[in-house]
Antibody, heavy 113, light 107 residues
Framework: EVQLVESGGGLVQPGGSLRLSCEAS????????MNWVRQAPGRGLEWISY????????YYADSVKGRFIISRDNANNSLYLQMNSLRAEDTAVYYC??????WGQGTLVTVSS | DIQMTQSPSSLSASVGDRVTITCQAS??????LNWYQQKPGKAPKLLIN???NLETGVPSRFSGSASGTDFTFTISSLQPEDIATYYC?????????FGGGTKVEIK
C-alpha cells in the first residue's frame, strides 16, 4: 500500500523549533519529487516547500523562506521539515505530498504560548 | 506568483443537481491544473489532473475542462457523498498555488 505518514507535530512556543518527519512506504520514494503543504485551522491549502528527487533543488514559499528547511533521506524513505522561529501564523496541519496523488494524514503544529 | 481565483466560495445544491466550480489563473498555466476533494478532517484527494484527466477510481460524474486561463470542474449529478470542499491547484510554476476552495453542501 502506498503510504505517507507524518510525525513530529505538537505544541511549541513562539520562536521555538520543531522537526517534522514523513515516512514513505509502498512506492519508490527516491523517484518522486516531494512537497510540504499546510492548512491553517478552517482555512485553505498552502504549498510551502518542494524538494527534487535527489534533494539538489529546493524551493520555499515566501511565508517560510529563511525559517524552514526541507530535506530528504532516500536511503530511509524519509522527508523532513525543520521549522525554526515559529510564529502563531504557522499553526496548521502539515501534509507531506508526492507530486499530487499521495498525501499523508497530516500532523498538527500549534504555535502558542 | 500565479494567483488562482476560485468561485463560488460555497454553494448549496440538491441531490441530482449539476454543480459547477470555476478557477481562473492569473497567467497561462497550460493545462497544469489539479482538482482536489477534501472532506472534514481528511487529507485532500486528487480527482482530476492536467485539467481534465480523471484519476483512476474516481466516479465519472466528476469532470474538468479548460479554456485558456479558465478552468471548470463539474459534478454532473450531485450525490450525498460529494459533500466536501473542492480546491483547484496550478503546478505550472513554483510556488504551486491553490484556489481558495469551494464548500459544497446539500440543500
Amino acid at each position: 500500500e502506498v503510504q505517507l505518514v507524518e510525525s513530529g507535530g505538537g505544541l511549541v512556543q513562539p520562536g521555538g523549533s520543531l522537526r517534522l518527519s514523513c515516512e514513505a512506504s509502498g512506492f519508490a520514494f527516491s523517484s518522486f519529487e516531494m512537497n510540504w503543504v499546510r492548512q491553517a485551522p478552517g482555512r485553505g491549502l498552502e504549498w510551502i516547500s518542494y524538494i527534487s528527487k535527489s534533494g539538489s533543488i529546493i524551493y520555499y514559499a515566501d511565508s517560510v523562506k529563511g525559517r524552514f528547511i526541507i530535506s530528504r533521506d532516500n536511503a530511509n524513505n524519509s522527508l523532513y521539515l525543520q521549522m525554526n522561529s515559529l510564529r502563531a501564523e504557522d499553526t496548521a496541519v502539515y501534509y507531506c505530498v508526492d507530486g499530487a496523488v499521495t498525501w499523508g494524514q497530516g500532523t498538527l503544529v500549534t504555535v502558542s504560548s | 506568483d500565479i494567483q488562482m481565483t476560485q468561485s463560488p466560495s460555497s454553494l448549496s445544491a440538491s441531490v441530482g443537481d449539476r454543480v459547477t466550480i470555476t478557477c481562473q489563473a492569473s497567467q497561462d498555466i497550460s493545462n497544469y491544473l489539479n482538482w482536489y476533494q477534501q472532506k472534514p478532517g481528511k487529507a485532500p484527494k486528487l480527482l482530476i489532473n492536467d485539467a481534465s484527466n480523471l484519476e483512476t477510481g474516481v466516479p465519472s460524474r466528476f469532470s474538468g475542462s479548460a479554456s485558456g486561463t479558465d478552468f471548470t470542474f463539474t459534478i454532473s449529478s450531485l450525490q450525498p457523498e460529494d459533500i466536501a470542499t473542492y480546491y483547484c491547484q496550478q503546478y505550472a510554476n513554483l510556488p504551486q498555488t491553490f484556489g481558495g476552495g469551494t464548500k459544497v453542501e446539500i440543500k
